[in-house]
């Protein structure tokens, strides 16, 4: 058991007080994004895995609890309450790879209510995180159509376990392979790599670089031409390639990584061909986003294959999402917050997908017909209910989904997503709710 | 010995082929941000104690060993001599908490040359990261003035571990607390939090809730107010403390999380203060950032302490820097990247601070009167100078350092970075090392 104090201290709190008072009815949390920002047309739900692992081992340690007691002033009869705290609950998600649009939920969960208010900060943390980057990456992969895509981030990445996810959700939106080894080796990746300028500068010249490093790894040789003059590069990489005598092949490569990459790899280009190297391949990177990738794809610039880096391992445009956590329901009563700009519906939710596009209604009402539901049980009573899915199955599920969704939500400049449509029982369950409220509140009396 | 795989395959491949051909000279990088965002004024050094507890323990493990024969195929001489490697090279850095500008370095290592490039991923990951988010935290720092700030970034910043960074960097630049229980316990933070939305509406009306929250932590409540109505909520918070007998103290607030803020800070301040209950404090939270609080600042509004979250937490106006890490020297040797919008200065370097600004010269230079140097050696010979600085000392070399920059740095619109010079020295042998270069590119002959 651990993981417990990956929170915020607000969760304890509360916890500590619906424990105190015997409020341990079930609740039920809905995490969903309200708004896509403005250059996404749909979203990729990522993040789930991480949550299933942490809800199977979560609990509280000694050291923790000893932390709450004697640090932060938490009484025994809390800190005994906290020691018995295991995820018990139901959780209802969205599998990873799925694309998924404002307002859906990514994942509901159903839990005694001390428990699902403690872990609402990893689940969200996780959930947006991945969901932002799968989705970031997703631009990518639209943009570049049938070219290759590798994952190249981890040195800007917002951490080390950020570039490992980094890596993941890359894959999962069909990234060919990621720079990063120890997400490789992880994930079972396919990894990525060749030499850096500072290789080539370590050697006298330019040349005695490039024959070293192809004498070591002639099987896989990706020459990064752009150290002193580009064309000057892609000369010598040939040079080398003709003194020892490797043959004309996709193992080999050139890399470019400044400049105007329209321009010089159409120079490249001509000039590997006329040296009869039509096969070697062309490799660009250097600060790359999807936008520069659309760009050069759509200017028919030969390029086989992209590193993509910062801009996409941070989602530089969108770093966050507008996620959120809300109680949808407590001990079998729906309940809403009424806070004009924040207002949410009530109730355990299910999404229909359909040919006429996603309705969002409540999980227990009729699936309306030629509809699929997006979530599935993935816990019950603290238990999964599969074993951990390989990424494979992510990928799959991405690539069946983006078939699906209209042109106009995946096209990389101005998209515009699908906006899902409410049942008419959650319509009223909503009105109903929101009139019990404002009474509560004291606003209709 | 842990953690030689958290790197890119290429620094792999590069070392290799050094090892390989027993190129084992002592080679210097050079790692600093080539522009500040349009938005930063100057940066915060940060990230360099994860880098020094990852020199430390620097080490292929056995099974990292076996990932790279059995699956990579790396042959058995490459990982026999990956076997043996440590970090066992100096390190010079600018000591966290310190303000840099755009071109200095933030961390210059020296160490043979396959090690040197195999942490690069790891350091710029870290540096980077870290730098982002405390100069970013330091914005909002500017903007409150004498408001007290607390981190509530956890939820969705770039993953768990990313949190963990915010929370600590949050506090080298003047946080005075974060909501994340776990940072809160690793680097002995002040750890804050109260209520949710979710906590009001498990109750059968706001009333209850604030009664409960108020009777478990008397000494510590902070009513949220605007889950159905801000100034029907402020209002019910004052009667349950008047029922419960809870003194007037600024042990006690109210929490406002949506809405026009000003206007309610106002509106809230005033019926507090009829009641009498004029050391109850008002705190601010939802969606703010450094030009939110900037305005709400200088319009007065009577708020007492703002939660800063997600736009802080991922620096999303900026949430990355154009770092670098450049070799400079190998084996005595000055080196530098010709590429036309990437070159570099050669040479190991110091920066030297002084009334008329900063210059960056080289490490050997004699320093100008009445010049600091920035850079101070942290690793010698892979062992470090210091045990781990404590977090306080780095808030104390910002804060000091923030006296010394000028105003036009420091506002939060439009700030005027400064821009270092470049000494004769070090202009010189740049010159004479592009010459070099050009000439072994072929360029000049």
């Known amino acids: 058991m651990a993981g417990a104090l990956l929170t915020d201290l607000y969760e304890l709190n509360m916890a500590a007080s619906y424990l105190r008072r015997g409020m341990d009815g079930p609740a039920t949390f809905s995490l969903f994004v309200r708004r896509l920002p403005p250059t996404r047309g749909f979203l990729v739900a990522a993040g789930l895995e991480p949550c299933l692992e942490f809800l199977e081992r979560f609990g509280f340690e000694d050291e923790d609890l000893r932390y709450l007691s004697d640090e932060l002033g938490y009484d025994g009869e809390v800190v005994d309450a906290f020691r018995e705290l295991r995820f018990t609950g139901d ?49 990518v992969r639209m943009a570049a159509r049938d070219r290759a895509l590798v994952d190249f981030a981890f040195r800007r990445t917002q951490g080390a376990d950020a570039a490992m996810a980094v890596a993941r959700t890359t894959a999962m939106v069909g990234f060919v392979a990621t720079s990063n080894v120890e997400a490789a080796r992880r994930y079972g990746l396919t990894v990525s790599g060749t030499m850096a300028h500072s290789y080539v500068e370590s050697f ?46 996709n193992r080999l490569g050139i890399r470019l990584d400044s400049g105007d990459l329209e321009e010089l790899s159409r120079a490249a280009r001509a000039i ?23 760009r050069l794809v759509a200017a028919g610039a030969p390029i086989d294959a992209f590193g993509i880096g910062t801009k996409m391992g941070v989602s530089a445009d969108a770093p966050y999402l507008d996620s959120v956590y809300k109680l949808v329901e407590y001990e079998g009563r729906p309940v809403l917050k009424l806070s004009e700009d924040k207002a949410t519906e009530p109730g ?12 969002i209604g409540l999980r227990d009402e009729p699936p309306p017909p030629g509809t699929e539901p997006l979530l599935v049980p993935v816990m019950v009573g603290g238990a999964r209910t599969e074993p951990p899915r390989p990424l494979e199955l992510a990928r799959r599920l991405f690539e069946a989904d983006l078939i699906r969704i209209p042109e106009s939500a995946k096209r990389v400049q101005d998209p515009t997503p699908l ?19 404002l009474q509560r509140a004291g606003v209709l009396d």
Not at 217 to 237: K, Q, S
Request: proline content about 5%.
């Open 419 to 437: 906006q899902p449509s409410f049942s008419p029982l959650l319509r009223e369950l909503t009105e109903r709710t929101r009139s019990l409220a």
């Open 348 to 359: 355990r939710k299910q999404v229909f997908r359909g040919p006429e596009g996603d309705l």
């Open 272 to 294: 590997l061909d006329q040296a009869g190297l039509r096969n070697v391949r062309i490799f660009a990177s250097g600060g790359l986003d999807e936008d520069d990738v659309d």
């Open 204 to 249: 006298p010249t330019e040349a005695d670089a490039f024959r070293a490093f192809a004498e070591d790894f002639p099987e896989r040789t990706i020459f990064l031409v752009d150290t002193y003059d580009t064309l000057n590069g892609v000369r010598t990489a040939i040079d080398v390639i003709r003194r020892l005598g490797l043959r004309d092949s």
């Open 91 to 139: 959780v209802w998600a969205v599998p990873e790879g799925r694309i998924v649009f404002a307002d859906e939920p990514l994942l509901e969960i159903t839990a005694p209510i001390a428990v699902a208010q403690l872990v609402e900060t990893y689940l969200l943390n996780q959930i947006t995180f991945q969901t932002t980057i799968a989705s970031k990456a997703a631009r």
